[in-house]
């Protein structure tokens, strides 16, 4: 989820993930080591709930950034590697729209079924608009186009973040030129911060080993100024 401080308000799955970070012998598959779990105080003022509705302020910024990578290669327009990755954009924001509606909304009624098509027909109608934007090379209102697609289909902060980040879209320029791995992970933590969050949380799902389900609560720190050692705070009463 981007640049940061991470934390769990569950000290097991805190240890789980510490303990990852020791050496691990070769032999036994076994790490080893003397990894430490501290307990800390975190002074947030707005962190952003991913789990939450998506934000209006985040969703047009995020909009933004999406098309603004590209301001100082106008040449990269003209490639194939620009349409393609439009055109899997596109995709994406298309699946996203309609997938969740399947698994969250959609009922066995005839009501129910009625409303899935409805949102699959208005979806299909946005991405066909799209792709013909795209095949006459209308950069531009494609953008514009997949700008409004993005802001219409995403339903959380979650949403935002994902479609940001799946078509890998900020890590492109033109051919021969270098930019981080983690450009779109990098422009989604700038946004936020560009809009005062300091943090973010989350429900995280799943244990540190990947094959377990244990809920717990996460948060992420911009910046460790929010970050207390509660050991120096216990000091500080004594």
Do not use: C
């Amino acid at each position: 989820l981007g640049r940061g401080y991470y934390f769990t308000e569950n000290p097991t799955i805190s240890g789980g993930y510490a303990e990852t970070k020791g050496w691990r012998n070769p032999e036994t598959g076994i790490y080893e080591g003397a990894p430490n779990v501290h307990a800390n105080y975190l002074n947030l003022q707005k962190p952003l709930d991913m789990d939450g509705v998506a934000k209006e302020d985040v969703v047009t910024k995020m909009a933004e950034k999406i098309f603004a990578f590209d301001k100082d290669y106008p040449g990269f327009k003209m490639t194939n590697i620009y349409r393609r990755r439009l055109q899997e954009m596109t995709r994406y924001i298309y699946n996203m729209k309609t997938d969740p509606i399947v698994r969250d909304v959609f009922p066995h009624t005839i009501d129910g079924m009625q409303k899935w098509e409805k949102v699959l027909a208005q979806a299909s109608r946005d991405s066909d608009l799209i792709e013909e934007l795209i095949n006459n090379r209308q950069w531009d209102k494609a953008e514009e186009a997949i700008t409004q697609f993005f802001k219409k289909s995403v339903r959380t902060n979650q949403d935002v973040f994902d479609a940001m980040t799946a078509g890998r879209i900020l890590q492109l320029r033109q051919p021969g030129t270098r930019i981080s791995p983690w450009a779109d992970r990098d422009a989604w933590t700038d946004g936020l911060e560009e809009l005062g969050y300091d943090g973010i949380t989350h429900m995280g799902k799943g244990g540190w080993d990947g094959n377990t389900y244990d809920p717990h609560r996460v948060w992420i720190v911009f910046d460790k100024k929010h970050i207390f050692p509660f050991a120096e705070l216990e000091g500080m009463h004594k």
